[in-house]
């Protein structure tokens, strides 16, 4: 995208150019839809394998944050549409307003994966030789509510019983979850990183209502990304939540 | 040539390696794919070299394993995915449909990059123990037990897998949204529909193939487990994640070939193509069904009955388009005016090879003849009657064909036709006794075999030597006819496409005028700036009958 | 991508309908419905989706062959799954997974 909006030589017309950006942007989430799909396919059919397994494993998410994350996201995906109307309506000052308040939720999304992560290191739960579903339920941290821990020892143990192999299954099952969110969250700071070289050209003024297509484009990337979590948060937080 | 044309534009390193003229990118790739192209065919004479005899003293059996797998990485992801469509897709297709460059020329020249950088991930890996898995990484071996470079193959495939997204990418916003005045979806030239299809499949299958090979170097690296059954993992999983894009991935080497052979047939016919519609329809068709077949890869390997069943139906029905294709191919020849140089040569020996190609697959689709033969030679056979007879034939038939238009000189005629006939008759020398031994038995990825196969394997590794030949002529010849070779001119066939009505070699902005189009593709009859004489044999019309 | 600028006004209905889905979604994890809380977590996460896609992503606003892109990611995605699937739903479970235990059960004997 040139700076100022100018024609590049292989078009013939800014409409021309504009038109191809977008659909370059939009043949780009195609191949982006796919890509996460092989995850999505991976974990279809290790759920149907092992559903016990993954019902426990699911239960050991925290689901506020887990939902608190979903409208932060959500929200984000607002304000970034707000940001590419400011632009094509020339308010300039709203656009950077609105391209900085996508990128701090985005920021505050991160920061709460990165807390879910550490529970889970703590808990024992990262795949690897020191996985063990047992280990929490045994061993109350700070700030556990211990009647809710002696609940999740009893699904533990019961869960044991219908799978005797839960310690292996639930492996496959945060490997996806460390896998799916992982490469979710890789997404986000590469869009994060977007949004930055975005705010810096907003602040000089360069989006007009003539020329906003690198919002528009990054915009679709950021809403795709929102839409990857939107499936995400009910397949791996949600599942068997009323036992 | 005293005006400036896209090579003489700019000179020095720099010029080249930050160009974004799809023209010269399309330059930096055909040095590249011949490189790979170089050492898949190092690889594959070590193989047939040891096959002399049955208990080979070649190489170590480890070793063997090492030489067919990276025989296939090399050939398959850096010489046969890219070779048309970065060599001569990326340089006709702006000229086909009259614009100036492809939509995105930076991200071009950064697919070329990508592939160069995946590229010496893979040499890394061969070159620091090797890869013996088979191209194909089945699990666990690929993810636990082998020894190999595993890890690195698999980072280089997957980056390389970008450069393969970023290219379809381009072709598809480009074919949308650049095409000149008048130049229509029905005016388009064929090789362009074919291009339009394998982007389709560029974009929608690559992405499966990066996230499975990532798994695959996630689970070698901190034991994940999804393929591992240790774990409750599947590695039938891995399979059907694998084939969903390597399956279609045949199709990304064969589409642009036919694209080339549909250039080709009329042109040298002097006819319009026969069924234009269908063939742009069917190139279409074969990248939507080509998606529906991946598991015939796995009849035996423990997917189910059913599954087996469904897969087989698919892919009787994936025949069909190409067999429409050969229909229209063959017809347009029927009361044509053929003149056999060298590209035509290419052509017919593509439409036979690719013909004993195409219905060995269906011997291979066939369930109860499968359980026999799968993974034996005849597979082999079968793949490489479609590669090499088909898609390298296609591949080299077209640098002929466009040779005048991408560097203004002629290549020498009878050396080129006798190579021609050299590469076929290596060829089936070459890989025709391979159906017979898969037949008999001999299985494949073997680095011995019973005595008794000795005589066709020996037939087989003289064929190679003689291939080899075929393509040691070109590629000295081609590079003499850069210097030494007659100046061609603007149009030497004659052919009717856009790209032959602009400078040989075209200037950097392709055209001096945007053209407009007013004319039917392939339609000889009504171009009289062909030049064509008074008096040749009575045209069909522009369309043919479709 | 056309010049049609969508008003705030919309966009704020549509994060509303968002908010509800989620709400919804949540609410519906804890009720035992059986086999029917993923289908019921699927269908309204589809239609959060759609929603992204059509007013947030302006699909609704977009020429016809931006809506064919669309409309081709989702039906790829579901011809991987749904041919897949025909692999694993008709073999027994017995068949797919033997537990590790049941492994080292079979190597001791």
Redesign the interface.
């Known amino acids: 995208m040139h700076r100022t909006g100018e024609l590049y030589?292989?078009?013939?017309t800014l409409e021309?150019q504009?038109?191809?950006a977008?659909?370059?942007m939009?043949?780009?989430?195609?191949?982006?839809?796919?890509?996460?799909?092989?995850?999505?396919?991976?974990y279809?059919?290790?759920r149907?394998?092992?559903g016990t397994a993954f019902g426990i494993c699911s239960n050991t998410l925290d689901?506020k944050l887990g939902?608190g994350n979903?409208?932060v996201l959500?929200?984000s995906?607002?304000t970034?549409?707000?940001a590419v109307?400011s632009a094509?309506?020339g308010k300039k000052k709203l656009a950077s307003i609105f391209l900085i308040a996508t990128l701090g939720l985005g920021t505050v999304f991160l920061g709460v994966k990165a807390i879910e992560y550490k529970q889970k290191f703590d808990h024992h739960l990262i795949?690897?030789r020191s996985f063990d579903m047992k280990y929490h339920p045994a061993h109350p941290m700070p700030g556990d509510d211990l009647e809710e821990l002696d609940k999740e020892k009893q699904e533990v143990d019961k869960a044991f019983a219908v799978?005797?192999?839960i310690n292996?299954?639930g492996?496959?099952y945060f490997?996806l979850y460390f896998?799916m969110t992982g490469l979710h969250a890789l997404h986000m700071i590469i869009g994060a990183g977007l949004l930055l070289w975005l705010i810096k050209a907003s602040f000089a003024g360069r989006f007009t209502p003539q020329y906003n297509t690198p919002v528009?484009v990054v915009?679709?990337y950021w809403?795709?990304v929102?839409?990857v979590w939107?499936?995400l948060?009910?397949?791996l937080y949600?599942?068997?939540?009323?036992r | 040539m005293p005006h400036e044309d896209y090579l003489n534009a700019r000179y020095g390193i720099r010029s080249w390696l930050l160009t974004t003229d799809h023209k010269r990118i399309a330059l930096l790739w055909l040095g590249s794919v011949t490189v790979f192209f170089f050492i898949g065919g190092l690889f594959a004479t070590m193989i047939r070299i040891h096959l002399l005899t049955p208990t080979g003293y070649l190489v170590t059996p480890e070793t063997y394993n090492k030489l067919f797998t990276m025989h296939g990485v090399a050939m398959i992801f850096f010489f046969l995915i890219p070779s048309i469509p970065a060599v001569l897709g990326n340089f006709l297709i702006p000229l086909m449909i009259g614009a100036k460059d492809l939509a995105f020329p930076k991200l071009n020249l950064l697919s070329w990059y990508i592939y160069m950088i995946g590229g010496c991930f893979v040499l890394y890996s061969f070159a620091t123990g090797g890869l013996d898995t088979g191209w194909t990484f089945y699990t666990p071996l690929s993810s636990i037990y082998s020894n190999s470079a595993v890890t690195p193959a698999v980072i280089g495939i997957f980056i390389n897998g970008f450069s393969s997204i970023l290219t379809g990418l381009n072709f598809i916003v480009t074919i949308h949204t650049m095409r000149a005045p008048g130049m229509t979806w029905f005016r388009l030239p064929l090789f362009v529909w074919a291009h339009y299809a394998t982007s389709m499949i560029m974009i929608l299958g690559t992405p499966v193939i990066a996230i499975t090979l990532l798994l695959v170097g996630l689970e070698r690296m901190f034991h994940l487990g999804f393929f591992n059954p240790a774990l409750g993992g599947d590695p039938i999983l891995f399979q059907h994640l694998f084939w969903f894009y390597s399956h279609p991935a045949v199709y990304i080497m064969i589409l642009p070939a036919m694209g080339v052979i549909s250039e080709i047939i009329p042109t040298f016919a002097r006819k319009p193509i026969f069924g234009y519609s269908f063939i742009a329809g069917s190139s279409i068709a074969i990248a939507v069904i080509g998606f529906l077949v991946w598991a015939h890869h796995m009849f035996v390997t423990g997917e189910s009955v059913y599954a087996a069943l469904t897969f087989s139906f698919l892919s009787y029905l994936v025949a069909i388009p190409s067999a429409v294709k050969v229909f229209n191919w063959t017809s347009t020849l029927y009361k044509g005016s053929i003149s056999w140089d060298t590209p035509m040569i290419y052509a017919f020996g593509f439409i036979g090879l690719f013909l004993i190609g195409g219905l060995t697959g269906l011997f291979l689709a066939c369930l109860g003849l499968d359980i026999h033969i799968h993974d034996t030679y005849f597979v082999v056979a079968h793949f490489h009657y479609i590669m090499v007879g088909g898609a390298v034939m296609g591949y080299v038939g077209g640098l002929h064909f466009w040779w005048p238009k991408i560097t203004g000189r002629l290549y020498p005629e009878a050396l080129a036709r006798t190579a021609a006939i050299t590469l076929f008759v290596g060829f089936n020398l070459t890989f025709f006794p391979q159906f017979i031994l898969g037949y008999l038995g001999m299985p494949r990825r073997y680095h011995t075999y019973p005595p008794e196969f000795q005589v066709l394997n020996v037939l087989s590794t003289a064929g190679a030597s003689i291939l080899a030949l075929g393509y040691l002529l070109p590629m000295l010849y081609l590079t003499w006819s850069m210097r030494y070779g007659k100046v061609a001119g603007q149009n030497p066939w004659p052919a009717t496409g856009l790209e032959w009505k602009t400078d040989s070699p075209p200037p950097t902005e392709n055209f001096d005028v945007t053209p407009e189009v007013t004319w039917e593709p392939y339609d000889f009859k009504n171009r009289p700036d062909l030049g064509l004489a008074a008096g040749a044999p009575s045209l069909a019309p522009a369309h043919g009958d479709d | 991508m056309s010049e049609h600028i969508v008003s705030p006004k919309i966009y704020l209905v549509i994060f509303a309908s968002l908010m509800l889905g989620t709400g919804i979604t949540v609410w519906a994890a804890f009720q035992d419905f059986g086999k029917f809380n993923i289908v019921i977590a699927l269908v309204i996460a589809t239609i959060k989706a759609t929603l992204v896609v059509l007013y947030f992503m302006h699909a609704r606003y977009s020429p016809r062959r931006t809506q064919m892109v669309i409309v081709c990611s989702v039906f790829w995605l579901a011809i991987m799954l749904a041919l897949t699937l025909t692999d694993y739903d008709t073999r027994s479970p017995r068949e797919t997974r033997l537990a590790p235990s049941a492994i080292s059960q079979l190597l001791r004997a």
């Open positions: 030589g292989q078009f013939e021309q504009k038109e191809t977008a659909l370059g939009w043949v780009f989430l195609v191949t982006e839809v796919l890509f996460f799909g092989g995850m999505f396919l991976t279809t059919i290790n149907r394998a092992f689901i939902a979903t409208v959500i929200l995906s607002l970034m549409a707000m109307w094509q309506v795949p690897g799978d005797p192999d292996a299954h492996q496959l490997s896998g528009e915009g679709l809403h795709f929102d839409i939107i499936y948060f009910p397949l949600l599942i068997d939540r009323h």
